[in-house]
């Protein structure tokens, strides 16, 4: 999730700037030699693990957003989402806005959609949703299984992700990207983990995997989902396993889920539709 760059002072909930961030890093290189289908970025303690059946025996829902209505306001507190990262740092080429009728967020027989349309003075728009707003207000757990169904936008600059954040936010802050999808390929997500430092001392860590597939992932509705276990780490598609990490210790804290449509990370939208709509059928997580 790309976006203008923001300082990062220790304490304060900020985002850098995805697009900028991985010039700097060289991620689209990165990303072209890291890992193919069911591959391994092998700079840290990981593997991949052919396809297992997701197994929830023994866990119990304990979030369960089904979009029947929705619960939504800019800042908190009072409602079940906000409409801005809790550090208010928007990414992308299209800003995060304030709720109003009709737009970014509209609910109809229990899907929701997110829509990216330009403006009247043709400034793209989109939405995000949170679920804590880290003043003790919203939903956020440690360990569990995270899942959303959705829909994703087809057409070239679109950037819809499904993602978790820590409350910790003191010496490290913990980002997992369940799935990040670029629609100028659509056979394609990515899911990434990072590790990014508060204070300056704690080291930053970036640990990516690129999931390519034989079909068009806008075509249709699918799941993604990961497991945060005190050992490993396991991300789903449609219920079958495709990536496998060693749990990092700093993924001991509560989590919580946001989910977006953005536009650009660093990909031109030129060509972008107006309007561009994700459908969200629901967001659970799990407890064992």
Do not use: C
Not at 30 to 52: C, K, N, P, R, Y
Not at 247 to 266: C, D, I
């Amino acid at each position: 999730m790309t976006g203008r760059e923001r300082p990062f002072p220790p304490r304060a909930w900020t985002r850098p700037a995805r697009a900028r961030r991985r010039r700097a890093l060289g991620w689209s290189a990165l990303f072209a030699v890291a890992v193919i289908t069911v591959g391994v970025f092998t700079g840290w303690s990981q593997q991949a693990d052919s396809a297992e059946p997701l197994d929830l025996t023994g866990y119990t829902l304990t979030f369960a957003e089904e979009f029947d209505s929705l619960s939504v306001s800019p800042w908190g507190p009072g409602s079940r989402w906000i409409a801005h990262t809790p550090w208010n740092g928007d990414f992308g080429d299209a800003r995060f806005v304030d709720p109003r009728p009709g737009f970014p967020f509209t609910v109809e027989n229990g899907v929701l959609r997110i829509e990216a349309a330009k403006n009247a003075e043709g400034v793209w728009e989109s939405g995000l949703l949170a679920a804590n707003d880290l003043k003790g207000n919203g939903f956020a757990q440690m360990y569990g299984y995270f899942e959303m169904r959705a829909k994703l936008p087809p057409g070239k600059g679109v950037w819809p992700a499904f993602w978790l954040m820590g409350t910790e936010r003191t010496r490290y802050a913990v980002e997992i990207d369940v799935m990040e999808f670029y629609g100028h390929d659509p056979r394609i997500f990515h899911s990434v983990y990072h590790v990014w430092s508060m204070d300056k001392v704690y080291p930053t860590r970036h640990v990516p995997h690129v999931m390519r597939l034989e079909y068009d992932l806008s075509a249709d509705w699918h799941i993604f989902g990961v497991m945060v276990e005190p050992r490993w780490t396991t991300f789903y598609l449609d219920g079958q396993s495709f990536w496998r990490i060693e749990t990092p210790p700093e993924f001991a804290q509560p989590l919580f889920p946001l989910v977006n449509l953005a536009l650009g990370s660093g990909w031109p939208i030129t060509e972008t539709p107006n309007p561009s709509h994700m459908f969200v059928d629901y967001i659970r997580v799990y407890a064992k």
